[in-house]
């Protein structure tokens, strides 16, 4: 499974797609929340430099904090999710993951000086100001991947323990 998730990730980050719009906060918080801790930290960061080696690496400043950004989702998703999944932890999670993504990321091309940001508190505040719409995307993206992700693994488990209900009944 983690192998699968590092290799949907980087297709859809290298097919075309709405900027932000990517599996990788949502495999961070499905990671943390069905992986051993060990493992869930890997698995958006392998999936994040994999992609990054095929689209082409970018300011090391900007690089670094979109990295550390991305994990708050193994993170969150050990907190909130690996003890109970209920619709209101998940969202919750998703809300926590890209809010956190967003104010470091942001923090970093800020730092960076890209995108000419005067290194003043003002100058924070206009970066997060201009990065409203990509937050709005990242958010829509990590509802709709980890709905999937999550949606898909509910339904795997539903339809397993049915056949093992099933086997207990016939044997």
Known sequence: ?????????????????PFNFTPIGAIGLFA????????????????????DLING?????VMAF??????GGPLIGQWLLSARRTLPRFGAAVLLAAV?????????????????????????IECYWAGLPYFRVTLLGDLFYAGLLFGAAEAANRF?????????RVG
């Open 66 to 71: 979109v990295y550390v950004g991305f994990l």
């Open 1 to 17: 499974m983690p192998y699968f998730l590092i290799v949907l990730a980087v297709i859809a980050r290298i097919v075309v797609h």
């Open 160 to 168: 397993f323990l049915a056949q093992d209900n099933d086997k207990l």
């Open 100 to 124: 956190f993504f967003f104010l470091v990321s942001n923090f970093g091309m800020w730092l960076s000086g890209i995108g000419s940001y005067p290194l003043t508190a003002a100058g924070l």
């Open 32 to 51: 943390g929340s069905w992986c051993p801790p060990r493992l869930a930290w890997l698995m958006p960061l392998l999936a994040l430099f994999l992609s």
């Open 57 to 61: 690496f970018y300011d090391p400043v």
